[in-house]
């Protein structure tokens, strides 16, 4: 199936050919004016009110096919039904647009399926949610109390939201990510000490058991490769020196421990274990 | 005749593929493609020039100061202007019609005062007023517009009155492309002492056109429709008038001397190009020139007016079709605004977009215009120098196919 015939559907056609509820009630209860400047699209809804019901409903106005027929196909969804679940419904059938939600519709709805492939489209996403987003506008109105409303759609039609807020990296590190970036800095940092004997560094032959960061103070919790290693005192100074010169750390503690004792073949990187001739 | 497969050659998007369709761009009076040799310079430029322009005494800013100012002597001559000096580089058309209505507008327009426009004006020649307008107590009139997308130029002389400080116009409507008979709207304007300015955006990339000739005091246009990059625009305007305008922006360049209070305005035409100008694009868009030149605007005109009738035949053999402005291709560029009967534009646009052929739908920043049309919207299809007859043929079929789609239901 082309993309052509995905978006003109045999259904979309026929609404726009022999659109329901076309024109103007003589008499209405409610008036909902809409408009897409960017395509020149216009679009009046006339609505009778039998208190919250919508006994009838009548769409007029000039536009493509996709806005005509969706009004078209909106005015026979909500014709008989509450504000509250025409409402609903116009909520939903945004979402199916807008946010790609699933169109989960009873039987008797199933006409507006056919709008679904819309969404493939982003530029003619705004022609299908004219006459609801008109509704919507006209119903709010109601309820201010308000006989009539008028909805324009946003000219910006094709082009992105720049509204939103920008995250920018900066404001990323803050959030999340943060404690893994700290956490990087001082692996790396680590990873400048150097055991003289093995002359490897600590992390990849395994000896930094544990790292716990806190508000600037870092402890380390690390083991040496004998109980009788003659560097011990070398080791634990290069630990503090190279994480003292990381800009954020306030505190370095170091914890020897000797459980469990240091295992190359479990503990150490597989580089390292290549290195030491483990494998 | 052009040469059109040759110079097809010199532009590479158009071997490219849409939705599995060879590209058709049949939407030129929107933007035009460029050709290698500008896209070449833009690149030769960055890699081997790049520098600001009219500062620095080192040789690659003395390089690229000079090849922009050869840029703005070529776009003179391309235009028939008599000094380089009366050429400005601006963003764009619209922002060179705003450097008037500002920094001529406000100096010459009054409470009570006229502008006389026209009602085929694009809302880059029309809002700039309606705002000098609404800010200074003055009122906008204008020249109607006839069945036949013609001005009704037997109004002209009535039009002209005592309070009309400016006439402006545009060479070619973007929608009818109806060419206007801006000279004789100049003689009658000039008699009574009135300034013309004439917007080129669309005739001056289509027409051999001569400032001179033409008479007219101020010429605006868009590099980016006469196949050079986007982001220049050109004002034209006597050389007397530019010297007694005051300057549109302040800041660097557009200054001779500065004190803490105070600045002396630069020569011409640096007062009014404040800031770093667009260096590269302007010397890219000298590429285009030079590419334009070589072709030959004469030529150009011929081979479009050629098109157009090609075209306009073909489209009027589809039943339900309506073409706006005149049918006379001698009368007429190569923008062609239609309707086709129960098709909307946007439909009709995205169906041919299928086929690959672009168009422009929609009301083409043109509203008045269409309001007395009776139309919201239109398609329209812009051809140029590198269009063929055969594209022409396949858009005439695509809207027959497009008419196709939508009978599905009307022959149930």
């Given amino acids: 199936m082309s993309l052509t015939d995905d978006l003109y559907r045999e259904i979309i056609l026929e609404h726009f050919k022999n659109p329901r509820n076309h024109g103007r009630l003589e008499r209405p209860d409610l008036t909902a004016q809409g408009a897409n400047p960017f395509c020149g699209d216009e679009l009046e809804l006339t609505l009778a009110l039998d208190g919250e019901r919508l006994r009838e409903i009548r769409a007029d106005g000039k536009g493509c096919s996709i806005s005509q027929a969706s009004a078209s196909m909106m005015t026979e969804a909500v014709k008989g039904k509450t504000l509250e679940e025409a409402q609903k419904l116009a909520h939903q059938f945004k979402a199916t647009m807008l946010e790609g939600a699933p169109m989960n519709l009873p039987p008797e709805l199933e006409d ?32 201010r109390g308000k006989p009539a409303a008028s909805h324009v759609e946003g000219e910006e039609g094709e082009r992105p939201d720049l509204t ?8 990323e590190q803050e959030k999340g990510p943060a404690a893994e970036g700290l956490e990087e800095q001082v692996q790396t940092a680590l990873k400048s000490v150097i055991d003289p004997e093995l002359n490897m560094n600590v992390v990849d032959l395994g000896l930094i058991y544990q790292t716990d960061i806190r508000e600037g103070r870092v402890r380390v919790v690390y083991t040496l490769t004998s109980p009788g290693c003659p560097l011990g005192p070398v080791i634990k100074g290069q630990v503090q020196s190279a994480l003292t010169r990381i800009p954020w750390v306030k505190e370095v503690q170091t914890d020897l421990v000797w459980t469990p004792p240091w295992d190359p073949h479990t503990m150490a990187s597989e580089e390292a274990k290549m290195e030491l001739g483990i494998w | ?22 590209l058709v761009y049949l939407d030129n009076a929107a933007t035009s493609q460029k050709p290698l040799a500008v896209v070449e310079a833009l690149v030769e430029f960055y890699t081997r020039t790049n520098a600001n322009v009219h500062r620095g005494i080192h040789a690659l800013s003395e390089e690229a100061t000079a090849r922009f100012e050869e840029a703005r002597a070529k776009t003179g001559r391309f235009i028939g202007a008599p000094k380089p000096a009366t050429v400005i580089f601006t963003r764009n058309a619209t922002e060179a019609v705003n450097l008037v209505s500002h920094a001529w507008g406000r100096r010459h327009v009054g409470p009570g005062d006229e502008i006389l426009l026209t009602e085929m004006e694009h809302h880059s020649n029309l809002v700039p007023w309606q705002m000098l307008a609404q800010a200074q107590g003055a009122t906008l009139k204008f020249i109607p517009v006839t069945s036949d997308g013609q001005l009704a130029l037997e109004e002209l002389p009535r039009l002209l009155g005592g309070k009309t400080q400016l006439v402006s116009l545009t060479l070619m409507s973007n929608v009818l492309g109806t060419i206007n008979p801006v000279k004789e709207v100049v003689q009658q304007a000039h008699s009574k002492g009135i300034p013309v300015l004439v917007d080129g955006a669309q005739g001056v990339p289509h027409l051999p056109v001569n400032v001179l ?6 010429l605006a246009f868009s590099a980016h429709k006469m196949l050079g990059p986007t982001g220049v625009g050109v004002l034209y305007a006597k050389e007397a008038i530019l010297e007694e305008m005051d300057p549109f922006l302040g800041g660097g360049d557009m200054i001779r001397d500065v004190w803490l209070e ?13 800031g770093t100008p667009n260096v590269a694009d302007v010397i890219a868009f000298g590429a285009a020139i030079d590419y334009l030149e070589r072709i030959g605007m004469e030529e150009i005109r011929r ?4 098109l157009t009738r090609h075209a306009i035949k073909l489209l009027r ?7 706006y402005g005149p049918l006379d291709p001698a009368r007429r560029g190569a923008a062609i605004a239609f309707n086709v009967n129960g098709l909307h534009p946007h439909d009709l646009g995205q169906i041919l977009d299928e086929e690959g052929i672009a168009i422009r739908a929609g009301h083409h920043c043109c509203k008045p215009l269409m309001r007395k049309l009776g139309v919201v919207a239109a398609a329209r299809a812009s051809f140029y120098l590198y269009n063929t007859e055969e594209e022409a043929e396949l858009l005439a079929q695509a809207v027959s196919k497009a008419k196709g789609v939508f009978h599905v239901v009307s022959h149930r």
């Fill in chain 1, 112 to 143: 507006l399926e056919s709008l679904e492939g819309v969404k493939k489209y982003p530029v003619r996403i705004k022609c299908a949610i004219l006459s609801w987003n008109t509704l919507l506008e006209g119903i709010e109105a109601h309820r």
């Fill in chain 1, 164 to 171: 939103q807020q920008m995250t920018t990296p900066a404001a």
């Fill in chain 2, 1 to 22: 005749m052009l040469d059109v497969a040759r110079i097809r050659e010199d532009f590479p998007i158009l071997g490219r593929k849409v939705h599995g369709r060879p």
């Fill in chain 2, 213 to 218: 000739d033409l008479n007219c005091d101020f």
């Fill in chain 2, 262 to 274: 105070k600045a002396v305005w630069n020569d011409l035409p640096w007062k009014f190009e404040a």
């Fill in chain 2, 303 to 306: 081979h479009e007016e050629a």
């Fill in chain 2, 317 to 323: 053999e589809i039943e339900g079709l309506t073409i």
